[in-house]
């Protein structure tokens, strides 16, 4: 089975913040992604990878950086956490196998901006 | 623009069957997903299409219309297990998903 990992399922953090969200994929995906999720809104995608090193800037990329070093491992970086950034973050992956690149999700992990 | 309509919330009973609808607008189009997803939890998927049609899988199953920008999810026996959200996106043309907000699914005994 596949299986997504996030390093933590909540976290509160004060505004200023630098704040690090980690996710690991045990399935040798080559496609990584973080979305965030709120209330009555689709998933908005923040930055996506294809590859170890590489990084592509999602719908919502302004506040956020990420960091792929190897190819299991995929970090979304707060640089400075505002409360707009309260959210629920979800990390998936994906094979690149073409059309039929089903994503696996993470848990979640909600954040709370104080 | 791009967008995944679906309606906010739907009630059903348990045994029942219900309907949950999408339609979609997406730059290019390269199959259309649902997904399931419990309070608090990540979404699980449930089924993809890209050709025009009906797929089956068990008690749920997934339609399919690119002419008319449409897909169900049709779920059979309903269980109250199946109470949660179910989001439909739609893959455009550079592979990348659009979200619905997800309909949520209320089961009443």
């Known amino acids: 089975d596949v299986k997504v990992t996030q390093s933590s399922r909540y976290l509160v953090k004060r505004t200023g913040e630098k704040v690090f969200l980690e996710c690991v994929q045990d399935?040798?995906?080559?496609?990584m992604f973080w979305y965030r999720q709120d209330p009555g809104l689709g998933l908005r995608l923040i930055y996506f990878?294809?590859?170890?090193?590489?990084?592509e800037k999602g719908d919502i990329p302004e506040g956020y950086s990420v960091s792929r070093e190897k190819k299991e491992r995929f970090s979304l970086i707060l640089e400075s956490a505002s409360t707009n950034q309260t959210s629920m973050y979800l990390c998936?992956?994906?094979?690149?196998?073409?059309?039929?690149?089903?994503?696996?999700f993470g848990p979640g992990t909600r954040l709370l901006v104080l | 623009g791009q967008n995944i309509d679906q309606p906010t919330e739907m009630t059903a009973t348990e045994g029942a069957i219900v309907q949950i609808n999408c339609t979609y607008q997406?730059?290019?189009?390269?199959?259309l997903f649902w997904y399931q997803q419990h309070a608090g939890e990540a979404p699980t998927f449930l089924s993809y299409?890209?050709l025009d049609g009906l797929e089956e899988k068990g008690r749920f199953s997934s339609f399919l219309s690119r002419s008319k920008g449409y897909s169900y999810l049709l779920l059979k026996e309903l269980q109250m297990k199946d109470s949660a959200s179910y989001l439909c996106?739609?893959?455009?043309?550079?592979?990348?998903?659009?979200w619905g907000a997800g309909t949520k699914l209320i089961i009443k005994p």
């Open positions: 998936a992956s994906s094979h690149a196998t073409g059309v039929t690149e089903t994503q696996y």
């Open positions: 399935m040798d995906h080559e496609n």
């Open positions: 997406t730059s290019g189009f390269n199959g």
């Open positions: 990878s294809y590859d170890v090193k590489m990084k």
């Open positions: 996106a739609g893959m455009d043309s550079n592979y990348q998903l659009i």
């Open positions: 299409n890209v």
